[in-house]
Structure formats: C-alpha cells, structure tokens
C-alpha cells in the first residue's frame, strides 16, 4: 500500500525484454535498507525489488503489466517517479494508493495558473465513472485532486513542489500517464453494482 507521496524520481538504466521486462532503475534510495523482494512503486506500479546494486534497483514486469501501463515505453534515460510502501507508523499524507494501475490515460493539456500549473488529461471512458471532481487519482503514482471532470477528461492543479519533484516538469500534451482511480470510488462502484444486481 501506497500514499501518492513520490519520495525520488529515479532513471531506467537498463531494458532487458524477455518472457517478463527486466529494468534496472537508479535511485537515490539506501538500497541497504530495501530487502530484496521489497516492493517499489515505479510510476504507480507497484513492483518487486528481485536485485540491487550500488545506486540501483531491478524489476520485472509481466506482459499483463506492459498491456495496462506505460512501462512498455520505458527505454534508458525515463524518469521514474519512486515510493516505498507505507508502514504503519507513517503519516498518510495523500491518500490510499494501491500501485494496481487501471489504465493508461494522456495528457490533453497543460496551462500556467499563476505559479501553478493546471494540467487536463482523458482517461478511459470506463474509468470516468470512478473520477469526480474534489475526489482522489494518482496519475504516474502521484496523488491528485481531481479540480473539475467533464466527458472523458479531468483537470488537475501542479504545484511547484510537485512539479519539481515528480516527473511533472517533464510531461507534455500527448504523453501517456498511468492512472489509478480512488480505492474508495471502486469499492463503492462495486458495492452498488451488488445492490442492483
């Protein structure tokens, strides 16, 4: 389990396809203190750490994965946006993220909102239903406030910080972004889903 709350941005090191994807991702994270077996949110999906080096990390990432993520774009030199499970004693400063991505949605745009910035992305029409305006998304790992929703897309507001210490900065029009919607909004979705059944 996850909080939205990117702690590093890492690089891809290395591609290696196969019958699963290997990447090696450089961190600055005290690999010391990640067992291997640990898992890391890599860009919002949650990964197993299978080996370490000094300053980097490797996982492997199944055919289902590629299908339903970004990481099939991944090459040497993209920034991963990193975090490390919660733990128990930790403040929960985003919100419930699970690092199970539910689709791949684009950047629509991008406009400067005094120093903020206010990006627009569209998301898979089946997972509109789930996103709703003041609710929660983690869009790459990072979580987000949903600002206003309408058709297929949703509108969210950057922060400085956020854009400096995420891969934010870096995102442009056409870009695709890993999405997970809210685990309360699914809960509920299924919940009512049993009730009309």
Request: hydrophobic share 40%; net charge negative; aromatic share 6%.
């Amino acid at each position: 389990m996850f909080t939205g709350i990117i702690t590093d941005v890492g690089a891809v090191r290395a591609v290696v396809p196969g019958g699963v994807t290997r990447y090696e991702i450089e961190t600055a994270y005290d690999l010391a203190s990640i067992a291997i077996g640990a898992s890391i949110a890599c860009s919002g999906a949650c990964h197993t750490v299978v080996e370490k080096g000094a300053g980097w990390f490797a996982v492997e990432s199944s055919a289902e994965t590629l299908s339903k993520t970004t990481l099939g774009n991944w090459q040497v030199g993209t920034p991963v946006n990193l975090e490390r499970p919660l733990k128990a004693s930790d403040e929960l400063g985003g919100h419930m993220v699970s690092g199970h991505v539910d689709g791949v949605g684009e950047v629509m745009s991008i406009e400067a909102d005094g120093d903020s910035k206010r990006f627009s992305f569209a998301a898979p029409a089946g997972m509109m239903r789930f996103i709703a305006p003041k609710g929660s998304v983690a869009v790459d790992g990072v979580s987000l406030t949903v600002n206003e929703v309408e058709g297929d897309r949703f509108g969210v507001n950057i922060i400085p910080h956020t854009e400096a210490n995420t891969t934010f900065g870096r995102l442009q029009p056409g870009d695709p972004v890993n999405l997970e919607i809210d685990l309360v909004a699914r809960y509920v979705a299924r919940l009512l889903e049993k009730d009309n059944a």
